[in-house]
């Protein structure tokens, strides 16, 4: 059996040579493991997915790739080729206590979402539990996931060029970073809102959260005249709103809350992923809005959105001023301080001029369109 250890970039994969394998492993960017090396990690991959029931059996080649080191985790892909078959797997891998329990829990809440709901934008997963990682110099436990590979998807990041514009750069690793056409990165936002809406629970509330496009949450796979987009995992799957007392009007406003909450998330990104907070430019609202009706109304054609009686959503969003739009953000602005204390001044600098984007966007809403559907 033949294995071979990468680092995976847009100019093609690098294979990892002696000198390099005896690095030190870095948790991240600034910070080495104690005693782990490089090969540590990949043999530690190896052997995990290798007692699996994943892998083909014999096993001809086995190829592993670090292909992320993340906030959170580190992120390899495993290639395996035997027995005439060829299957590709993600694996993460948490160090610390706190990110292991993190990393269970996105194994549960992915698999509870996909046996619940039949449309497939998130990945399969097949296992998640401790492992060791060891060498002379000592051991240590750790929590590696294994889920399906999303074949062909790239992350993708906003990026500005001197004059300020925005456009979104594709990180293909297969062929080379791009900037997508305008339309595509549009695409990617109203695909985007229409899959956390379409996630979304109108009867508890419950919803994807937290979600980050500087974590890679959301990829894409470009096609001809298409734009697939996917979701690479679910963090938790909770409400965001409680109400003191049962009353019919909640499920309408906990829906606003969440488009609301939505419509911010959507438009904060970081530089390249790790630096300055980015804020999206007011040509990505519109999209956004568009996803989440488009999502509303397949989730009214299933029945999902029953129990929800007054004036239909468009007319009743339409209904709002700028200043209430503004009042109803105050509590989230709240969560927003505490949540993410690095994203809190670009979101406080941009709120008023969002919440004018944002009712905008929604007057320029089409009723007729929509009526039939919700």
């Not at 033949?2 to 847009?10: E, H, M």
């Not at 706190?98 to 097949?126: A, C, D, G, I």
């Not at 500005?160 to 062929?175: C, N, P, S, Y």
């Not at 919803?207 to 959301?218: K, L, T």
């Amino acid at each position: 059996m033949i294995v071979q250890y990468f680092f995976s970039s847009s100019e093609g994969d690098v294979l990892l040579d002696e000198k390099t394998l005896v690095r030190p492993f870095l948790l991240n960017p600034f910070e080495a493991h104690p005693f782990l090396t490089l090969r540590d990690y990949f043999q530690c991959i190896e052997r995990f997915i290798l007692e699996t029931p994943l892998c083909p059996d014999p096993a001809e080649r086995i190829m592993i790739r670090s292909e992320k080191h993340g906030t959170l985790y580190h992120v390899a892909s495993v290639e395996i080729t035997g027995h005439g078959a060829r299957k590709k797997f993600a694996v993460s891998t948490a160090f610390s206590e706190t990110k292991q329990e993190l990393l269970l829990r996105e194994h549960e809440t992915m698999k509870y979402l996909n046996q619940r709901f039949s449309f497939r934008y998130l990945p399969e997963v097949y296992q998640a539990s401790e492992t060791l990682c060891s060498n002379a110099q000592g051991r240590e436990t750790v929590v590696m996931s294994v889920a399906e590979w999303l074949e062909g998807y790239h992350e993708w990041h906003l990026t500005a060029d001197q004059d300020g514009k925005q456009a979104v750069l594709l990180w293909d690793m297969e062929k080379g970073n791009r900037k997508t056409s305008p339309e595509e990165g549009r695409s990617i936002f109203r695909e985007a809102s229409k899959i956390l809406t379409l996630y979304y629970d109108p009867a508890t509330y419950r919803q994807i959260y937290p979600w980050h496009h500087a974590a890679g949450d959301f990829v894409v796979k470009s096609a001809e005249n298409t734009t697939e987009v996917r979701l690479t995992t679910a963090r938790n799957y909770l409400p965001l709103i409680f109400f003191p007392k049962k009353a019919e009007s909640n499920r309408v406003t906990a829906l606003v809350a969440f488009l609301l909450n939505m419509a911010v998330q959507m438009r904060l990104d970081k530089l390249g992923g790790v630096g300055e907070p980015l804020w999206a430019q007011e040509e990505f609202m519109s999209p956004c809005v568009e996803g989440f009706f488009s999502a509303l109304q397949t989730m009214k054609a299933e029945g999902r959105l029953d129990g929800m009686d007054g004036p239909d959503f468009p007319s009743l969003l339409k209904r709002f001023s700028p200043e209430e739009l503004h009042r109803l953000y105050a509590p989230l602005m709240d969560a927003y301080r505490e949540e993410n204390p690095s994203d809190f001044p670009v979101v406080e600098k941009n709120l008023e001029r969002h919440v004018m984007t944002l009712w905008q966007t929604l007057q320029a809403v089409d009723e007729g369109a929509l009526r039939g559907g919700l």
